[in-house]
């Protein structure tokens, strides 16, 4: 009789760290960080400001360098890798504030993104203009094709920004406080949106909106002066005593 043999696939991780470290002068800003997210998960980090998110998704998207320590994506090796070359690989970073061409139209903007891709195989101006109305469609914008996106509400111009993200072919995209300065029909419409673009797309997001992060979350990371503190489900997070003492409390 022939033994089966059951195979246990490893987990796929799009991103890790090891052992990441930033110092700003004398100050320690983060410190020994290892961190995962699996393909296709929605990671929320969490935690108080100047606990280290932001120092943390910047060294991720490589806009700021770590003192020590690696970045991973896809087990390849990507830390000394400049922002443009970290987009070609994969990793769309949508800003806190804003980052659009306020003088140009929502469809320029997408052709923009589109264009700063090299994750995209299309050739010709008719097809990368069909591309750019998808994305915008994929936001229900694609009644605002014309306008420019500075005449546009700051909730549709954070939407404008997530597609410009989604027009990069990204495969991590990072939001940092996505929902900030939403109303709430806003942010109801955000989670929607999230919801479909997960089916295609692993998302890191910085969110101070628990609410948001219970309705959206995975995995939940909680940031503590420039460590992780803890990490689980929202319901395992929200239940932490050290996580209510130091954040939620």
């Known amino acids: ?139 229900n914008l694609d009644h605002m094709f014309d306008i420019k996106s500075g005449q546009m509400s700051y909730a549709n111009q954070r939407l404008l920004e997530i597609s410009m993200g989604l027009a990069l072919n990204p495969q991590l995209l990072i939001l940092d406080e996505p929902t900030q300065g939403l109303e709430p029909d806003e942010i109801t419409a955000f989670c929607k949106l999230i919801g479909e673009i997960r089916k295609t797309t692993t998302i890191l997001m910085i969110e101070h909106n628990m609410d948001v992060v219970m309705q959206l979350a995975d995995q939940v990371t909680v940031f503590n002066f420039g460590k992780i503190l803890a990490e689980g489900t929202p319901d395992q997070i929200c239940s932490n005593q050290d996580v209510q003492s130091a954040y939620l409390g």
């Open 1 to 139: 009789m022939v033994e089966m043999v059951t195979m246990i696939m490893p987990e796929t991780y799009i991103l890790n760290t090891e052992n990441i470290c930033k110092s700003f002068g004398g100050l320690n800003a983060l410190d020994n960080i290892n961190f995962k997210i699996k393909q296709g998960e929605i990671r929320a980090l969490i935690g108080s400001n100047g606990s280290g998110k932001t120092t943390f998704i910047n060294i991720l998207a490589g806009h700021i360098k770590p003192s020590s320590g690696k970045v991973f994506l896809k087990n390849s090796d990507i830390t000394n890798l400049p922002p443009h070359k970290r987009v070609h690989q994969g990793i769309a970073y949508t800003f806190q504030i804003t980052n659009i061409y306020q003088e140009l139209s929502c469809l320029e903007n997408i052709i923009i993104a589109i264009n700063g891709s090299k994750r995209h195989n299309n050739k010709g101006d008719n097809k990368i203009i069909n591309l750019a109305k998808y994305y915008l469609n994929k936001i």
